[in-house]
């Protein structure tokens, strides 16, 4: 199962906490991790700044999954 954090609901102002926890809880356990941001491009571009700050790659935009970042869980320090 791959572990998804659904932002629905959450202010813009505690996007990036939440996704630096969740991203902090699952590196290294799980190849993948979904993220649920719906169709806000604000959500989205919060989102992809933690990720950046991680370094991680993900994908998004995939037609199956639109409205969710899927983020490949690894990093090259770990």
């Not at 991203?23 to 989102?47: R, Y």
């Not at 990720?51 to 994908?59: K, N, R």
Request: overall charge negative; aromatic content about 8%.
């Amino acid at each position: 199962m791959i572990p998804t954090l659904d932002l629905h609901g959450m202010k813009h102002e505690e996007v990036q906490n939440e996704v630096a926890r969740f991203l902090s809880i699952w590196m290294g356990k799980n190849l993948f991790a979904d993220i649920i941001t719906g169709h806000s491009e604000t959500m989205s571009a919060l989102v992809l700044k933690v990720i950046a700050d991680y370094g991680l790659e993900y994908m998004g935009g995939l037609p199956a999954h639109s409205g969710k970042i899927r983020v490949v869980m690894y990093d090259e320090y770990h």
